[in-house]
Structures are given as C-alpha cells and as structure tokens.
C-alpha cells in the first residue's frame, strides 16, 4: 500500500470506539487492581456476579462476551481469594452454580462505589447531553 490511501485510521468508528474502551478501562483497571490484585476478566466476572447474582460461567460468558477459558482462569483466581464459591448444579454435574461470597459481596460493593466515581469523571468531560446521547448510541450499536 502507498502513503496516498485516503482512509483515516484515526476517524475509523470502529478504531475510535476500541480507543475510547480500551482508555477508559485501563483507566478503571488501575483502581480495581491496585485495590484487590485482579485483573480485567476478575472484575467482569466479579460484577456480573454481583449485579445477577448466581449464575453460570457459560452465562458469565455470553452476558460479558467473554471467552470461556477466560472466565474459566477468572472463576479459578476469584474462587482462590474465596470472593465466589461454585455449587454443582444437581440437575447438571457438568455445570455449576457461582455466587460471592460475604468477602466477594463487600468487594463488589466497594468497587460499585468506585466505579460509580469513575463513571462521573468520565462523564465530566462531556455536557450532560452528550453524556446521554453518548450512553444511547453506545447501547443501540451494543
């Protein structure tokens, strides 16, 4: 390819969209990991969890779009910090259950505060109507 191809990298939706995620969630990442040790696929698991209750790690899975063997590494780290315990469902040995624990409880709500703080910085930048218009258009393209 030559210097002369007209497309814009930096105005590409898509590659505007992964920035704006990817800055503003290693901006998060530094919170949540510098307060409990866990890592991006802990926390989405740890909040799924937290705003479902029990459920699954299929449904972990397919609610946070996250791959099986990384909820799956998740399960397993969250579980050795005993923030979730698993359950064999008796309908399906092959499945089980995942729910916090009292400390995986008082985790996810310390960070649902400060995500919450984090939301509002971010919001900060914006007028409230962009703010909303950014929320409405992100859900519909979700």
């Known amino acids: ?73 998740a399960v397993q780290k969250l579980a050795e910090r005993r923030y979730l315990k698993r359950t064999p469902c008796e309908m399906d040995r092959r499945l089980e259950w995942l729910e916090l624990t009292v400390a995986g409880q008082a985790v996810y709500r310390d960070l649902h505060g400060v995500a919450a703080q984090f939301e509002q910085e971010l919001k900060a930048k914006l007028t409230a109507q962009e703010a909303q218009s950014l929320k409405s258009i992100l859900a519909k393209l979700s």
């Open 1 to 73: 390819m030559s210097g002369s191809d007209d497309f814009d990298l930096t105005q590409f939706l898509p590659y505007l969209l992964n920035q704006a995620a990817e800055e503003s969630s290693l901006g998060f990442q530094k919170v949540y990991k510098g307060r409990y040790g866990i890592l991006r696929s802990e926390w989405r698991v740890l909040f799924h969890l937290g705003v479902y209750g029990r459920l699954t790690a299929t449904e972990i899975g397919q609610k946070a779009k996250v791959h099986k063997t990384k909820v799956s590494r």
